[in-house]
């Protein structure tokens, strides 16, 4: 994404060594609030029905917190973990029968082992859901700051969050009509470029900020 500093932010070991070592359980609802949409949606992408994919997502989580005592933070980072051991629970569902038998969850020994296992190489999918997420997390945080106008602007040459009946969507503006959005809003193109300007600038600073204030930066 254009204009977005590289590389993304990553979880960082010290807030999965907090919850690894139970120091601090208020983590965990930043925990969530960061993962958890990431999970569901990447469920929905890999095709399960929304109910099944808040299945494993739900399940996702309830081994990670059961486990996450065995994270080693040396094996990877722990953002590129969760994606293994979610799509290793999607296989999970895929293998139940049609008659919907459920199969035995995994043993201690086997959620250590997964808990430890080093991530695959990279996920397409998964890096461009977690971006976004970021991403529109940032946005909505940033949006009280500037008028209706600005704002408008911007969603019509940058960038936009749609809510659908599957959860937000990250629309990025590839081809900006700039004099076209300036004649709408009765201001000169020249006024367009600089609150696209300002409120990128803007938004990069709350990405590094959002990013740092959840512990996610290395």
């Not at 994404?1 to 120091?23: C, E, K, Y």
């Not at 430890?116 to 991403?135: K, M, T, Y």
Request: glycine residues 6%.
């Amino acid at each position: 994404m254009a204009g977005i500093p590289n590389p993304w932010p990553s979880t960082r070991p010290t807030l999965m060594l907090r919850l690894r070592d139970g120091q601090n359980e208020a983590d965990w609802p930043t925990f969530l609030d960061l993962y958890l949409p990431i999970v569901l949606h990447y469920c929905r992408k890999r095709g399960l029905q929304e109910a099944d994919a808040r299945d494993v997502t739900q399940i996702v989580f309830e081994r990670v917190r059961r486990h996450i005592r065995d994270y080693d933070p040396k094996k990877g980072r722990f953002r590129g973990l969760l994606a293994c051991i979610t799509r290793n629970e999607i296989k999970r569902h895929h293998s139940k029968s049609e008659r919907g038998r459920v199969q035995g969850g995994l043993g201690d020994e086997d959620g250590e082992h997964e808990m430890n296992s080093v991530p695959a190489g990279p996920d397409l999918d998964w890096d461009r859901i977690f971006n976004a997420h970021l991403l529109e997390s940032a946005l909505e945080r940033i949006r009280p700051e500037f008028g209706d106008k600005p704002w408008r602007a911007f969603e019509a040459v940058a960038y936009r969050v749609e809510r659908t009946p599957q959860g937000k969507n990250l629309v990025t503006v590839d081809d900006p009509e700039y004099a076209r959005v300036a004649e709408e809003l009765g201001e000169n193109v020249g006024w367009v470029y600089q609150v696209k300007s300002r409120i990128k600038q803007r938004l990069v600073r709350e990405v590094l900020y959002l990013a740092d204030e959840m512990a996610l930066l290395l």
